[in-house]
């Protein structure tokens, strides 16, 4: 399978990677970012023979079976409509747009070209993540109730990113919203945010937040909370879970090794693994192998534009929330 990637950024250079070296069969035919120079620099690592600037000349290669979307979010259904007007089947990083109309008409542009379109929530391909739906979904402990995501970044991403990123909810929460509707099986219906500014001042001053603890309320009756901080000074702090009529199901941080140090004064072992691309490396190679075999056999893909844009919704009710001091439904978002 040949792709096009778009976008040479912090993903962009990880998911060329992988295309070019871990997924068996496909191979990267061209990048495209406006930045040349990035661009450049991975075409050359990585042997792809083709770079441009404008992402249209390689979308429009009649050779090239899919488009995958790693460009600053503001492009995503500009990219995602052009790609599926060429017939290219899509893989496109969350979130789709932070607009409903635009993410709706990239979607119905999707569905009339009758192409495939993936969306990077790669959490759900995580070994730990996929043993507790597996659980859920096998009734391992039994009927669930509620559902506990703590999701903590190291530090803060710079303001600039703060400034453009659509806030807290729909740029790092969004994962989060996508990992519980697919832990539980079941669409959120409503959410209460509360929220503040602890970390810095200036995230406050950008308009956002920093701190945040969500509850969730899923149309099964599960009630769910997710606790967000952009800043845990141990590190990348990634668990769940999930409590059910016969049990519990729970997962750890990942570490970068096994060692346990006991001393007399303490018992201690080193930091989890420190942010996302070493966390979830994993899970980015195992989402682009099932959008491979999804393109290749004609499956379905497994996390879809309606997932795409369900994540959105909820992190727009979850800032309705905060702002209006109280719970919001999801049919009032529209
Ligand atoms: N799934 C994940 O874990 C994950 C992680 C990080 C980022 N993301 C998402 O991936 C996207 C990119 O994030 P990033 O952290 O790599 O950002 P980044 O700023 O490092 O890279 C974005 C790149 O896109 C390029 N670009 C902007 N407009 C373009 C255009 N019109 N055509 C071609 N290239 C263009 C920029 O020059 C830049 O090199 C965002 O939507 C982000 O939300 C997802």
Known sequence: MK?????????????AENLAYRIPGT????????????????????????????YHDLIGLPEADAVVICSATDTHTDIITAAAQAGKHIFCEKPIDLNLGRIDRALEAVEKAGVKLQIGFNRRFDPNFRRVRDAVIRGEVGTPQRLHIISRDPAPPPISYVKVSGGIFVDMTIHDFD?????????????YASAAVMVDPAIGEAGDVDTALIVLRFA???????????KAVYGYDQRVEVFGSEGSIQTENNYPNSAIISTAASVRRDLPLNFFLERYSESYVNEMKDFV?????????????????QAVVVGMAARKSFDEKRPVRLSEIS
């Open 220 to 230: 099964n009756g599960v009630i769910g909370s997710i606790d967000n901080s952009r």
């Open 3 to 15: 792709v096009v990637v778009i976008g040479a950024g912090r993903i962009g250079k990880l998911h």
């Open 27 to 54: 191979s990267v035919i061209g990048i495209a970012d406006v930045n040349q120079a990035a661009a450049q620099e991975t075409a050359t690592r990585l042997k792809i023979p083709r770079v441009a600037t404008d």
């Open 293 to 309: 075999t999804a393109v290749e056999e004609g499956g379905e893909v497994p996390v879809g534009g309606f997932d795409g844009k």
């Open 179 to 191: 990992m519980a509707r697919y832990l539980i099986g079941s669409e959120i219906e409503e959410v």
